[in-house]
């Protein structure tokens, strides 16, 4: 089944075109297009130079000049060395579409060597165009990048004329047969950005107006660090969904290897979810490999806010609303964790609050790109350069120092420190730098929560906290069942009904009042309807 991307207004003729926007399919198309292209110049650059040894003797002796043969040896090195990088995957698509730019420069200076190194008839009329215009043309046509990149490129090409000019024709040219000669190769140059930008676009959006799949991509919602999530709609189905994606520039950006990491993560964390029943886990309908060769899979879409930007918009939370969302988080992890499932990256935007049907304050947990399991020590982990295995301000000790055998607890310290945001609008430990917050978690001892805020905090919720806080796994609740069952003890303490919670949600957040993620957003959303990222 395929995925396809309705207009969300990202796409019209009046956007820009860019490497970031281009699906990523069209971008691992077009660096395969440049790895061909530098095999076919190296190819021809072989067959034209014996060609000239055996048909044109004359001409292949001007070209023993030294340059044009230095010149010649790197295209051959260039070409291979591009072609060999793309289809071995030592580059990412993007870096092959940008060395594909060189490589038309290189061409370029190229054939104006070869054309200027033979004698002109300074009294003949020029005839035709030179080889550069055409060259120019097939770049620019067939090597998508941001628009001013490709214009310059494409001037620096058609500038190869006049330096190969003034580097080997002994004899002066007339003006008027220099400007005509060249001048083409300067308005093929403008003319095939503007006509490639008109074309790539089309080719987006035809691409993204395909009707082959189930679901259609109607309206971006947020974006994380790999994934990017869509508001979507069923074509057989009444029912709107959340689709989760992996972004198409993490995918355009990666090595070969890193990009099979990244689908490799997003596999695992659909079979994960898929796995899990509980209420309070995100439920999860499907998954497969989108038209343009991305990973994605298919949420229930939620109608509510995660725990980050409820505390950031609302404040500090009421004791007994807090212990409520806590102990359906814990029932979510505890069958997780029976499962042998370890979450990993337990924090606020991963705990989703919401309305369902006439149920309010439901919560849902979300996320798990980083499960891990308990029953494979051996395990290797899926980690590579630039993606890390938790989040700093809410990571446990165990993980920190890098131990391997770490089991549900960890989960529970996440909670803790989520459950520590709650109550004071604050990180447990306010470090400036992600090394100082790793290494405050292994240290130092958090302050109790009722020594951030003014506001009362009932003693057993504050002793279940710190209890969850503790450096050593064995000094934390024994599981997440016990956790919960701590939990209901508090809960007589600081009451918290459904009426509360339906009063709260009308009061502040009534329905119709939910807007999808701005494009200006990049990494967090003020959005209420919403599937965190990773």
């Known amino acids: ?21 281009l699906p990523a399919g069209l971008v691992q198309k077009a660096s395969a ?22 048909l044109q003797p004359e001409v292949a002796q001007l070209q023993k000049q030294l340059a044009i043969q230095i010149n ?7 070409s291979i060395g591009l072609f060999s990088a793309g289809r071995f995957g030592w580059l990412s698509a993007n870096a092959i579409l940008y060395l594909g730019l060189v490589l038309e420069v290189l061409i370029g200076y190229a054939l104006a060597a070869f054309e200027y190194s033979i004698a002109w008839d300074s009294q003949q009329p020029v005839r035709g165009i030179s080889w550069m215009a055409l060259w120019i043309a097939v770049c620019g046509l067939l090597i998508p990048n941001r628009h001013y990149i490709m214009l310059i490129a494409a001037l620096v090409t058609a500038s190869m004329g006049p330096l190969a000019y003034a580097m080997f024709h002994a004899a002066a040219i007339p003006i008027n047969r220099l400007l005509i000669w060249n001048m083409p190769n300067f308005l093929v140059a403008a003319v095939t950005v503007l006509i490639s930008r008109r074309l790539y676009h089309l080719e987006v959006q035809v691409q993204r107006a395909k009707e082959m799949g189930s679901y259609q991509l109607d309206t971006l919602i947020s974006k994380g660090g790999m994934g990017e999530v869509w508001r979507a709609s069923h074509r057989m189905l009444a029912r709107d969904s959340a689709i989760k994606l992996i972004r198409p520039e993490m995918l355009a950006r990666a090595t070969g290897k890193q990009a099979a990491m990244i689908r490799r993560r997003f596999e695992q964390e659909a079979k994960t979810t898929a796995a899990l029943k509980s209420p309070h886990t995100v439920g999860l309908y499907d998954f497969g490999t989108s038209e343009d060769g991305g990973f994605y899979y298919v949420m229930e879409l939620l109608d509510g806010i995660d725990l980050e930007t409820l505390v950031k918009q609302f404040g500090p939370q009421p004791p007994g609303r807090i212990v409520h969302v806590l102990r359906q988080a814990s029932k979510s992890l505890a069958e997780a964790h029976n499962a042998g499932l370890i979450h990993r990256d337990i924090k606020p935007t991963n705990i989703f609050l919401c309305r369902l049907g006439v149920e309010y304050d439901f919560a849902k947990v979300l996320d798990f790109g980083l499960v891990k399991s308990a029953l494979d020590e051996g395990s290797v982990r899926m980690t590579m350069e630039g993606v890390t295995t938790g989040t700093p301000a809410y990571m446990p000790p165990e993980i920190a120092m890098g131990n391997q055998q770490i089991d549900g607890r960890a989960d529970l310290y996440g909670l803790g420190c989520v459950a520590y945001w709650l109550l004071t609008g604050s990180l447990t430990f306010n470090e400036k730098s992600s090394m100082a917050m790793i290494l405050a978690h292994v240290q130092t001892a958090p302050d109790p929560p009722s020594h951030r805020t003014t506001a009362f905090i009932p003693p057993g919720l504050e002793r279940t906290v710190m209890a969850c806080l503790a450096k050593k796994p064995e000094d934390r609740p024994r599981n997440a069942e016990a956790l919960a069952r701590m939990l209901e003890e508090c809960q007589n303490a600081c009451p918290w ?21 701005d494009e200006s957003q990049q990494k967090t959303s003020t959005s209420t309807i919403a599937m965190r990222t990773m």
Request: proline share 4%.
């Open 1 to 21: 089944m395929n995925v396809v991307r309705a207009d969300s207004g990202q796409s019209g003729p009046s956007a820009k075109l860019s490497l970031s926007n």
């Open 33 to 54: 297009r440049v790895c061909w292209i530098a095999l076919a110049c190296a190819l021809t650059t072989v067959v034209m130079t014996l060609l000239q040894r055996v």
């Open 497 to 517: 009904t459904q009426a509360d919670a339906e009063l709260w949600w009308r009061t502040h957040l009534p329905e119709g009042t939910i807007h999808p993620m």
């Open 72 to 78: 010649t040896a790197f295209i051959l090195v260039f």
